[in-house]
């Protein structure tokens, strides 16, 4: 056993019994690495990733490659997962020295941790033009012994270009309804009309572009955006990356037709793309988008969820060292021949139409398999996603489960996941939890817990969603340019304080952030918040038209900073028919606050009117007249 026996981090548990002396980023690594001045050898991924578990085997389960390894580098293992600010300024890195990234990232730092070269898998042959990881290995030391000049002037480059990324300066341009019309125009353009979702293979489900075009639709009339939703949502759950017995989607299609997966299944793209088949099936009526909504959660609960509430990060996408050996069929299993589609080793994936009779079936004659190992940590981002969807699909679709669900994920969040001060935590994971909470921690959390008051009623998660949004802008607000960094004012120094703006496949917690500012600050009648938000927007305002599809979130929370404002004050239970018929269509521009109370500015002076519950409808503040009769709200206007 290494040293990674003592982490709770199922990843580096999967190398702790390599022969590779592995640390965890830790002080103790750099200072061996300074004492002995040799290179850090930075190896980064996650506990379900295929190619890491194949560099694993090839690699650092291979007795001569630890030797080299051991010898000539200190060895330090990360979960990009627990520490999303060592992958993303590492990644980075990678990318600007060979144009791409991914995992397993293999990256080379100095003892102060300045990265001089870097990329992903590495074979343990040479292939497809890649060294074979010995020979990077070895030509990695002796540039570092032997021309510690060269090595000291490419760090120094890459250190000036992450800093002077992270220094990005706001747009003078005005933020304007244009910026929407350009985007929902690119989006178009990249649209594959046959399959589904933008560009070719590989695909990954867009979940935020289709909450945004979702939006356009709704704002503008505009057809063309439906339709991109609508066969992009078809594409997606035909079979193949989506779970047609289960429930819930694999990560990617590597194929353009959504049907070949890559394996895994991840918490955060079920979080994510629930709501939008939700919102699809308010907006549409199409019973097959509540199906997969319903299928989707009810797989996060069977698959994901932990005993103490909160939900498992993922599922691996190997079972038994064989890629999607789970999920996939032999031709003598019982299955239609019309729904099996070829995969590789004789076996095949399901796609097509199934009667509830013969999904039953073969869900329980595929529950007698062994399943893929599941990443049991519990990420603080990751469940605020979960806990947005499991509270607005509780309410929508009258799942009382779901709801209940979500009150006992929230609990976790406020409570194990949270230190004594009421800070967040990232991770949690067999009783212990670990590292401080990044932007994107508390931006989904604070996001979840707002949609959990609007289900419930209830004001205490009204109250901490404030409470987490203000902390949140106190420990990452950039004051001089404007935005959020994503580590905290007070966590560990890196080379460079980061900022993440990419959307894709999680909101960023910059326009996450930015999205619940707004809706709090409605709630408030904080302008502050509201400009907090709108620096975040001048930030990537130039960026967004180029490249829409990076900033699907953030591309909905300017649209709710461009609406016209909407605040629905109701006095009363959710229950009551008032309150079900104000919240009852897509209406994103609203912000909902539920009373009586004084203690929220939207709800002072407000009560009930004659015993009767009541909705107040409200721009600015400025109210109309309280209504109790569901027949008396006025559809809102766009």
Not at 237 to 259: I, K, N, P, Q, T
Not at 331 to 350: C, K, N, T, Y
Not at 608 to 619: I, L, T
Request: net charge negative.
């Amino acid at each position: 056993m290494n040293r990674l026996a003592d982490e709770t981090s199922p990843y580096l548990l999967q190398h702790a019994e390599n022969p590779v002396d592995w640390y965890p980023w830790s002080e103790e690594a750099r200072e061996l690495a300074r004492a002995e001045d040799k290179p850090i050898l930075l190896s980064i991924g996650y506990a379900a990733c295929h190619w890491c578990h194949v560099m694993a085997h090839e690699s650092f389960e291979d007795e001569e490659t630890a030797a080299l390894m051991n010898e000539r580098f200190v060895n330090v293992k990360v979960d990009r997962e627990e520490r999303p600010d060592l992958d993303s300024l590492y990644m980075d890195a990678v990318v600007a020295m060979t144009g791409h990234g991914g995992w397993p990232m293999t990256v080379f730092l100095t003892p102060l941790g300045e990265p001089f070269l870097g990329g992903t898998y590495f074979p343990p042959e040479p292939r497809h033009g890649l060294p074979a990881f010995r020979q990077l290995l070895v030509a990695v030391s002796d540039a570092y012994r032997e021309r510690p000049e060269d090595v000291a002037r490419q760090a120094g480059a890459l250190v000036d270009a992450l800093q002077e990324s992270a220094a990005i300066s706001p747009s003078a341009e005005p933020l304007t309804e244009s910026l929407l019309g350009e985007a929902a125009r690119v989006l178009a353009r990249g649209f594959d009309p046959e399959w589904g979702g933008f560009g070719g293979a590989p695909k990954f489900p867009p979940a935020s572009a289709l909450e945004f075009l979702l939006r356009r639709h709704r704002r503008t009339g505009d057809e063309e955006a439906l339709t991109i939703v609508t066969r992009t949502l078809d594409g997606m759950a035909a079979g193949g990356m989506y779970d047609l017995l289960g429930g819930g989607f694999h990560r990617y299609s590597v194929d353009e037709r959504w049907l070949v997966p890559h394996f895994e299944k991840m918490l955060y793209d079920n979080a994510l793309l629930a709501p939008v088949y939700l919102h699809a099936w308010v907006v549409t009526g199409e019973e097959r988008y509540r199906e997969v909504t319903e299928q989707t959660l009810e797989y996060m609960l069977r698959e994901l969820r932990l005993p103490e509430g909160g939900f498992a990060s993922a599922q691996d996408a190997d079972t038994e060292g064989v890629e999607g050996l789970t999920f996939t069929w032999a031709a003598d299993e019982g299955v239609p021949a019309e729904l099996l589609q070829p995969f590789e080793h004789g076996r095949s994936i399901l796609r097509g139409k199934l009667d509830e009779a013969l999904r039953w079936r073969l869900f329980e004659l595929r529950e007698r398999r062994p399943k893929p190992l599941r990443d049991d940590k519990a990420i603080a981002a990751w469940n605020g996603l979960a806990l947005a969807a499991l509270a607005e699909a509780g309410r929508r679709l009258d799942r009382p489960e779901f709801v209940q669900a979500g009150r006992e994920l929230a609990e976790f969040l406020v409570g194990p996941l949270s230190d004594q001060n009421g800070r967040l935590h990232r991770s949690w994971r067999a009783g212990r939890a670990r590292n401080p909470g990044y932007l994107e921690d508390y931006a989904d959390v604070a996001n979840g817990l707002y949609e959990l008051h609007v289900t419930s009623g209830e004001l205490r998660w009204l109250e901490e969603a404030n409470r987490l949004t203000r902390l949140a802008v106190e420990l990452f607000a950039d004051e001089e340019r404007g935005g959020f960094f994503l580590s905290p004012a007070d966590g560990e120094r890196l080379v460079a304080r980061k900022k993440e703006f990419d959307d894709h496949p999680t909101p960023s917690g910059n326009s996450m952030l930015a999205y619940v500012l707004l809706r709090l600050g409605r709630i408030w009648g904080d302008d502050e918040l509201e400009r907090q938000a709108a620096g975040v927007f001048r930030l990537i305002r130039d960026a967004i038209p180029r490249a829409p599809s990076a900033f699907g979130h953030a591309l909905c929370a300017l649209d709710l900073y461009l609406a016209r404002p909407r605040e629905l004050a109701v006095i009363g239970s959710p229950e009551d028919a008032i309150a079900r018929a104000a919240l009852a269509g897509f209406d994103p521009d609203a912000v909902v606050a539920f009373g009586p109370s004084d203690e929220v500015p939207l709800l002072a002076g407000k009560d009930f009117v004659g015993g009767r519950p009541a909705v107040y409808v409200c721009e600015r503040f400025a109210c109309q007249a309280p209504v109790t009769e569901p027949g008396e709200l006025l559809a809102p206007s766009v």
